[in-house]
Structures are given as C-alpha cells and as structure tokens.
C-alpha cells in the first residue's frame, strides 16, 4: 500500500470540482478486544461542531465518515496522477482503556490512497476535511508502530491498538467520472433519436390482403 506524502506545494496543488460524491458504505469490527467489549462499526455525519482526536470519543467503536468530495489533483502527489479526482474519508478508533480493533471500512469506490500520519492530515485538514468537524491535533496523531492496514480494492482493513489519543487515518478514494456537459448533450439527444424512431414505428400499420 503506498502512503501518500504531501508537501505544502502539493497541497497548494490541489482544487475541488464537480459533483461525483462517493461514500462509506459498510463497516465491521470482526476481532480484538474491542469487538469482545461491545465494540461495532459505526457511520457518522458530523454536526456543525463536532470534535474528532485528543480522546474526545473514548468509545470501543470503529467509526467513520465522509469528507471533502471532488478534489483535483492539479499535479502528481504520492504517485497519484495530476488531474484525478479524489473523495475523502476518516477513519478512527479512540478507545478509553487499551484496546485492539480488528475490521474493515468499504467505500463505494477504489481506494487510491491512505494518510497515516500527523504532518500529513494535519497539512490536508483544510482542503480534504469535512467543515463540520474540529480535527484536534496531538503529537500521536495516525498510527504507531503496533498498528497496520492495508487496502483492496474500495476496502481498508485495520488491525489497530490503540488507548489514548486514538489511532486515526485519511482515506482517498477515486472518484466517479462526471460527463462533460457536451456528452450529456449528446446522450439527452440521443434518447430523443430513440423515442423519436419508436414512435414513428408504433405509427407504421401493416395491412393485409387476402386473394
């Protein structure tokens, strides 16, 4: 799995555009402590105000939510192509007592990325994070030597150890091609060549004669 390492450069670098939102679908706790302590996933969608990091959770859930949508990369950033659009997710656990999460987060679209470490979600809050949240940094922001993922697919799977403050990722996934307005012109006046033709042919009668 490649983690993406973004300079202040290339986040100056990137623009948001279009309208092709892609999402969490699922998730699920499928091992560790936190499983066996009442621990499950669960989707979020912040109100205006909320806090994320620094212990502000202490819950043994796996959670998730959706970010910023729509992001062009106006230059190569992490290996990933100038001009792909990428739609943005986090992905936390913060338990109070020392716990270990085993699980996966899906999203509706391929994983082309995966920020885990301060400098980086801190540099790319701004720009990728949701408006809603109040991302509260700490020195142990991301992840630590005892923890690990990796992706497949629109998949992530962890295997975190975390206590406090928590153990927390960025997910970049791409996002869905948007038609040009062009293309949409051509397709609206192709469906209307179509209803036009059975139209007429619902018009065409056959008659037949008998000798």
Do not use: C
């Not at 403050?165 to 970049?172: A, E, H, I, S, T």
Request: glycine share 12%.
């Amino acid at each position: 799995m490649q983690k993406l390492l973004m300079t202040a450069a290339a986040v100056g670098a990137l623009s948001t555009a279009g309208s092709a939102n892609a999402a969490v679908v699922m998730g699920e706790l499928t091992g560790g402590s936190a499983l066996t302590n009442g621990g499950a996933f669960q989707q979020l969608t912040p109100a205006a105000g909320f806090n994320v990091g620094n212990n502000n959770q202490q819950s043994n859930n796996l959670f998730a939510f959706d970010e910023q949508q729509n992001v062009t990369l106006l230059s190569a950033i992490g290996g990933i192509a100038a001009g792909t659009v990428v739609n943005s997710h986090y992905v936390f656990f913060d338990p109070g007592p020392d716990f270990r999460a085993i699980g996966y987060v899906d999203f509706d679209s391929d994983i082309l990325g995966v920020l885990d470490g301060r400098a980086d979600m801190e540099m790319t809050d701004a720009l990728l994070g949701n408006a809603n949240v109040n991302y509260v940094s700490v020195n142990l922001r991301g992840l630590e030597s005892q923890d690990s993922f990796n992706t497949v697919g629109n998949r992530i799977n962890i295997n975190f150890r975390a206590s406090s403050p928590g153990d927390y990722v960025r997910v970049l996934t791409a996002a869905p091609a948007v038609p040009e307005p062009s293309t949409w012109a051509m397709m609206i006046g192709g469906f209307g060549l179509v209803g036009g033709a059975m139209r007429r042919r619902r018009k065409v009668s056959t008659k037949v004669s008998y000798a």
